[in-house]
Every structure is written in structure tokens, then in C-alpha cells.
């Protein structure tokens, strides 16, 4: 009997049976960014999430197409009280800048991204309970048709389950004061570690306790980035209402360029952590930190003596420091939260360039590079063509070499490699 030689091992049913095998996709040999774009697609809009969760069509056709998107939380609604026709103006304002706007929250039991404005004036007028993460399961769960206006943390929960990258809004929660023993910390402080979202936000309120809100976010791994708009090299983390908090931003970023390239490297190197990109409120509506100090001490004093504490206090310091402050520091409110959202708008837009997946021609530079090369000889020789002890002389030589090369400034250059 002739001895099995390799090929006769091989098999039609032995390599039927290695199919799957054939049917992997190769693994690309250097980044293939169509193959990772289609990848981040194919699980961010897969049709099952539809059933999970209800994505408005709009926002899942501009998600399916890397279309710029930008979510937006409800709590600023259901909680904030800042007007009836904020809903309306935020989503214009996403619109103008080329994006779409996708609200997060839970109407009637059905955690939604893209709640319409119309959506938002039923959960407000019916009453919706503050969610952030530990309260999502309960409120789609339950079966009481319950409304949940999303936190930054309820929201990046949803926003990154539709696969949106980006989100645009008001005040970060932050470490309390007293926090260190009253362990009240914002639970948006924990989400910014665990769920890659960029939010865009103009630091925390005053009344929180900044350098602590800083360090935790540092232990978290969550970047921490200031807009620094003329061009400064160091930029304190903002606090709200005013641009300064006393302390500094761990980073810098000079544009929303900038800040979708580190979106971008972010979720390529495949960390899962969130990004905080800070926006200090634009100057004609800040309110220096003097102003608003006795007012939020009083409102801080007052919430510890009645008691508010857990989810309830920063709803509670909040409406008391509207109330003290006669209206004064709604205005700013709003103008910081419209500023954060179209920035956020603009990176989106930054973003859905560099994932357009078309190939652009690399800009090229052309370096020359001079090599003079010394060459000792000698001037006399001797009978056997040695040289001689006679007198050293140096020959210089130069050769001029030109390389062209595609220029890499950044991480977006390298996106549009072909
Ligand atoms: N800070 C503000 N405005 C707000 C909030 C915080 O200046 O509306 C809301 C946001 O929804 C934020 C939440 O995610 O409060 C934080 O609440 P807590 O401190 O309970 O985690
Ligand atoms: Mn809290």
C-alpha cells in the first residue's frame, strides 16, 4: 500500500472540515482602517441593538454611515429647568453645524437615543427619575413604563451601546466637598473610566471639590483636556460659571482637529476609558469665582441641614443657587452648555472627516541631507608604495542626497494613509 503522502491526506472532506477556518478574515499585516472601520460599524449598528434599545432612524443611519453625531443628556431637562425651549434650541444648534443630535434617556421603559423634543416635554411634565448607570436596569426592567433622564453617566452608557462617540453638555458630577468621608462621588467620575465616550463639558461646578475630582479622575485613566483657544501652553481646569478653578488642566488641546484625533487614537489602541474634554465658558458670560462663592456656601450649608444628600443633592445645591443668584446664573448656564454642544458638534464633524475612508494623497516633504566624508592621505610614498612619514592632508567629499516622504503631523495624517 502506497504510504498517505501529504497531499493525499489533504483531502476534499478533510479541507471541507477546515472551512471555518478559511473563512476568517485575514489579519492585516500593517492597520488596515477600512477593515477596522467596517469591524466598528458592523458591531455599533448591528440590528439587534435596535431591539435593545430604540435608536432613532435618523441617528442610526448617520451612525451606520460615520456621520457626524453628537449625543445630548435629558437630566439637563428633566432636572436642569433652564427653559421649555431648550430642547429645541440644542437640537437646532447640533443641526447647524452639519450634525445630528441624538438625546439619550428612558421614555416609558425603553432606553432611546434620539428622543424628539416633543419626547423630552412629555418626560418632563409626567416627572422622570434622575438615572445614571445603577438605575437603568431598573427602569427598563420593572415594566412600569417609568421615564429616566439620563446623567453624563446614564448617557454614556446608551451613547456607547449606539456606538456614538461624542457628547456635548453642561457640568460634570465631581468628588463633594467633605467627599473623602461622605464618599458622595459622581458616578459619572466612574463611567469616564469604564465607557469610551468623549464629553465635552465646562469643568465642574464650584461647589464640588475640583484638585480631589481631578486626582480621581486620574486614578480612573480618564484624559483630562482643556481647550485652550489663544494658543496657551497651560490653562486651569474650569469650574463652571467661572474659567479659572485654581487648578491646572492634566492637559491641553488647541482644536476640535486635535481632539478628534485622541478620539480616535483612543479607541484604535483599543482603551476602553472615556475622555473628558474641558471648554471654560466663553468669557462674556463668566461669572468670577467671588461672585458665586457666598451663594454656593449657603446653598451647600442649607442641603447638609435639610438633609439632601445622595442623587438629591446636587439637583437640590443646584435649584438653590438659581434661586439665590435671582436668575443671574441661568443665562451663563445655557451659554456654556450651547458652546460645549456645538464644540462638540465640530469635533464630530472633525471626525466623520477622518473616517470618510477616503484614501487622500499624503502632503510630501523632500529632506536633503549633506554627507561630507574625510578621507586622510598622505602626500609622499615610500620605494614600496607605502606612505611615507611625509605630510598628512585631509580630502573632504560631499554627496547630496534628497528623500521624499509623506509628511505625518498627526494621528489624523495617518488615518488617511492609503
Ligand atoms: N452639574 C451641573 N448641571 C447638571 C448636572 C451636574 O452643573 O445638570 C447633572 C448632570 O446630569 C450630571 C449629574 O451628570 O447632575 C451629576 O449628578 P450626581 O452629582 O448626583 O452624580
Ligand atoms: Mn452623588
Redesign the pocket.
Known sequence: MAARTLSSWLTRPALKSMAHLRRLPSIPRQPNYAFLRSHYQSYTSAPFLSRLINIHPEVADAIANNRPVVAL?S??YT??ALSEDFPHALDRLVREHGAIPAVCGVYAGVPTVGLQPAEIMRMVSEGAKKA?RRDLAYLVGKGDKLHGGT???GTMVLARLAGIRVFGT????GVHRGGESSMDV???LTELGRTRVAVVSSG??GFLDIPRTLEYLETQGVLVATFADEGQERVEFPA?WARESGSPSPAVVRDEKEAAGIILAQEKLGIESGLLFANPIPKQFAIPRKDMEEIIATAVREAEEKGFTG?A??PYI?KRIRELSQGKSVPANKALVEANVGRAARIAVELAKMLDGSPVTPRTVTTTTTTTTTTTSYEGFDAAGKPSAGRMINVESKEVEAKTKPEIVGFADLMKLP
Open positions: 443628556e437630566t439637563i432636572h436642569g445614571s446623567t453624563i453617566s453642561g457640568g460634570l458630577g459622581s458616578a459619572d465642574c461646578k463652571f442623587n443633592n446636587t443646584l
